[in-house]
């Protein structure tokens, strides 16, 4: 019998690479290839995985939070089912009598070192005990980098260190998710129902980072201020500059200072006043200025540029990437966290260039092989910024046919890796500053001299344009002829979108305060490149979030959740610096520094105190008296996630339909005011609703403009009409729900007229309708928001049909900068 050695690759594609590079002919199967001495053969990424706590005991079937925790003393595995029959064929390979020594040749990671350990232990029995182990550590898929790792391959010994380490974190995963999801899924269905509350290390900080950002918007109060905009005159010419502080600081937490902002209204009229009309001394200055092209891609910033360029979801183009590597061939391996290529590829990326010369981007890749654009740069060739995977880049396959979808997604990268070896671009830069009577006035332009790489771009990336100023004739006298002044908002920050929320996670180590946690987190933030989008996906589906348009926003689930943290104080489950904190250990844990057993000890004494903190809450949880009681002679106690009066006769939500509800609101509806409509409710399907709401018998009533019957009609009627319809010549009244003709109020649906008091989230006034109804038109109305969220005004008009249109106003001429 000959002794054979079986090399286990994480993909297919690995296998087939070290294949290639092994002596002697090799026979290919659908599951491995063998030779002489060799048996090659592959994971499809994860094949096993920790069963859950009802495939470990039945007793767990039922989720009760009296059987919490689960701490199991040993973590049973199951196979996945979509990947079982690879699975079955390596047992067969790992079992075999001929198989002596095998290679785990997964991805050089933590990730790698899990699904070839899981596999093992999985399959494990007393003739595999018998086998040798040993590790290939490959950072490059060159033939030379794969025969020099079977040169040196790896002791199993030296691997126990990243071993430990992954099976820390995966089992702390299970620990920590499925408890703590149980235990809150528990609490939230004390009452009846089932109420899942899924909470996890990686997705709850995530929804946090949505819910603090939501929160600031809603307690965001605008502050207005000034801008100033100099017209500046000498002989027959002009041109503007803008006002500026030149001894400006930006204040640390003050995100809204700028330089030309003034906050003071008499300042800037001030301003005006003494610098309008009067000389100007002006200073101008060049220099150039070069920028370069942003680094290769791995998969964190290709979902970014994706979302923000064409709106494609993170999943998405996970899922486009990775079709492009598999079927197309035309991708290297998408899931990697890393923007460099290892330092002996300088032979493959010229390889890549020729064969870029036979598709779209020819002229680029022939013009860097003329001038020999391809050198060994660090900021491109580096494996000490290299893990398990290298950067996205286009491999030597050319694509026949690419759908439109996966067709931008492969323009992205080649753009961007031929542009990565392209020269800077060269700008010349116009400073221009104009001081009258002491106050800075700054104009800037900038020249594009030289394209460099953004010429691969073309109108897709360089959205530049030349901005020349005019040189000012020596001795000439120039005069401060006009100052325009415009009075803005500060703005609340904007929602995160897929692409701002894929950066903060991939930069969570920003979030935390101590800087050893920080810079344990630093390599791999919260996820990682291949589970982020999952995330989000998950996130959404367990309706905690709801994509509109691009923006992502927290639904009351998720605004109930946090706060139902916070008050258990177990609002770690929310912080980052959990993270960070494991990072942290699993890297000493790699130095030898800590053991495998007191991080799983910790693991759990951490589970057990989340556990207890849930149980404990609902006999020991105090309820605080509410900030704005007593109302209407009753005294309120503020729960986490209701307001509930002393008699517990009345339990408002803080959160209804959906919408976090403000204080100020609550107290109105137990006073019998009806509130709205407000357009931000949602369903349970996480849809958008308008409503106006009441508090009768108690209960909280949803009054919803298609419906009349919980309207007070009598009351209405006896109000002041605000016209007559258009329609049919009735009086027009104002509702809690809408705008009403008589005979809407009657209930004719044919001749009714009946105009919401929402119009794309717009407040429409009582004076608005009396417009409409008096000269078919109103006054020019700003705020709306479009249904692909971009503000707009216009004027409303209203036809003898009753129908509601909009009329834009004219667009004002670009100002074009002299």
């Not at 929160?215 to 027959?236: E, K």
């Not at 693991?603 to 057990?608: D, E, H």
């Not at 809407?744 to 004076?767: E, F, M, V």
């Amino acid at each position: 019998m000959t002794e054979k050695i079986l090399i286990i690759a994480e993909k297919p594609s690995v296998a087939a690479d070290i294949v290639k590079v092994l002596p002697g002919k090799f026979t290919k199967a659908k599951t491995h290839y063998e030779g002489d001495r060799h048996i090659v053969s592959f994971a499809i990424g994860h094949l096993v995985s920790i069963c859950y706590p009802e495939e470990i005991d039945p007793a767990y079937q039922k989720w009760d939070i009296a059987k919490l925790p689960i701490l199991p003393e040993k973590f049973p595995l199951k196979e996945l089912p979509d990947t079982k029959g690879q699975l079955h064929a390596l047992q067969k390979l790992i079992r075999r009598k001929d198989v002596v020594e095998i290679i785990n040749a997964c991805d050089a990671g933590r990730e790698g070192e899990l699904i070839f350990k899981y596999i093992i232990q999985y399959v494990w029995n007393t003739s595999v005990g018998h086998k040798t182990f040993k590790r290939l550590w490959l950072q490059s898929m060159t033939s030379e980098a794969i025969k020099n790792g079977l040169a040196r391959l790896r002791s199993n010994e030296e691997m126990h260190p990243l071993e430990d380490t992954a099976l820390c974190r995966s089992e702390s995963d299970w620990l920590i998710g499925i408890n703590a999801t149980r235990a809150l899924t528990g609490f939230n269905s004390r009452r009846g129902g089932f109420f899942l509350t899924p909470c996890g290390r990686v997705q709850t900080p995530t929804l946090s980072l949505l819910v603090k950002r939501e929160r600031v918007r809603q307690s965001f109060v605008p502050r207005p201020f000034s801008t100033l905009l100099a017209t500046f005159a000498y002989d027959q010419d002009s041109y503007q500059g803008k006002w500026i502080d030149p001894h400006f600081v930006r204040e640390e937490n003050d995100g809204y200072e700028r330089a030309d902002r003034i906050w003071e209204k008499e300042k800037a009229e001030a301003i005006v006043a003494a610098c309008t009309g009067q000389p100007a001394a002006v200073e101008e200055t060049s220099k150039k200025t070069t920028q370069r092209s942003p680094q290769l891609f791995d998969l964190t910033s290709l979902q970014r540029e994706a979302n923000t360029r064409f709106g494609i979801s993170a999943q998405k183009t996970l899922s486009i990437a990775q079709s492009l590597y598999e079927r197309h061939k035309v991708l290297t391996y998408p899931r990697t966290d890393s923007r460099h290529l290892p330092e002996d590829y300088n032979d493959i990326v010229t390889r890549v260039f020729k064969a870029q010369t036979d598709w779209q981007f020819s002229q680029y890749a022939a013009e860097a092989l003329d001038k020999g654009y391809i050198q060994p740069d660090k900021r491109i060739f580096n494996n000490s910024k290299i893990s398990d995977h290298h950067a996205i880049i286009p491999t030597t396959a050319i694509p026949a046919t690419l759908s439109e979808p996966e067709m931008k997604i492969y323009r992205m990268v080649v753009q961007r890796f031929l542009a990565v070896f392209f020269p800077p671009a060269v700008y010349l830069n116009t400073r221009r500053v104009s001081v009258v009577t002491g106050e800075t006035f700054l104009t800037e332009g900038k020249i594009l001299l030289e394209a460099g790489w953004k010429a691969i771009y073309g109108k897709f990336e360089d959205d530049d344009k030349d901005t020349v100023l005019r040189s000012i004739p020596t001795g000439t006298p120039v005069l401060c002829a006009r100052i325009d002044r415009e009075e803005q908002e500060t703005t609340p920050p904007p929602r995160y979108n897929e692409a701002t929320l894929l950066s903060a996670m991939e930069n969570s180590d920003k979030l935390i305060d101590d800087d050893e946690l920080a810079d344990a987190m630093k390599e791999r933030g919260l996820g990682t490149p291949a589970t982020r989008a999952a995330i989000i996906e998950k996130l959404i589906k367990e309706k905690y979030v709801v994509r509109e348009g691009k923006e992502l926003t927290p639904t009351g689930k998720a605004f109930n959740l946090l706060a139902l943290l916070e008050a258990m104080k177990i609002d770690v489950l929310a912080s980052p610096e959990m993270t960070g904190e494991w990072e942290l250990k699993l890297n000493k844990m790699l130095k030898g520094e800590f053991s495998r057993q007191k991080f799983m000890e910790e693991i759990r004494n951490l589970t057990s105190h989340i556990i207890s903190q849930v149980k404990s809450f609902e006999t020991d949880a105090t309820e605080p008296e509410a900030p704005f009681s007593p109302v209407a002679g009753k005294r309120f106690y503020s729960s986490p996630t209701a307001y509930i009066s002393e008699d517990r006769k009345i339990r408002l939500r803080k959160i209804l339909g959906g919408r976090m509800m403000a204080e100020d609101e609550i107290v109105a509806l137990i006073e019998g005011k009806t509130l709205g409509p407000f357009s931000d409710f949602r369903s349970k399907k996480g849809k958008p609703f308008t409503a106006s709401i009441r508090l009768v018998d108690n209960k909280i009533e949803f009054l919803f403009a298609e419906s009349t019957s919980n309207l007070d009609l009598e009351t209405i009627r006896q109000g002041e009409p605000l016209g007559r319809s258009p329609i049919d010549g009735t009086p027009v009244y104002e509702t809690p729900i809408a705008y009403m003709s008589e005979s809407a109020l009657a209930g004719d649906d044919k001749n009714g007229l009946r105009i919401s008091r929402i119009i794309l989230d717009r407040q429409i006034t009582a004076q608005h309708i009396r417009q409409m109804l008096e000269a078919g038109k109103t006054e020019l109305i700003t705020g709306f928001i479009s249904k692909k969220k971009r503000p707009f005004d216009a004027y409303l008009l209203l036809s003898k049909s009753g129908k509601v249109t909009f009329e834009f106003p004219p667009r004002a001429p670009k100002k074009q900068q002299k």
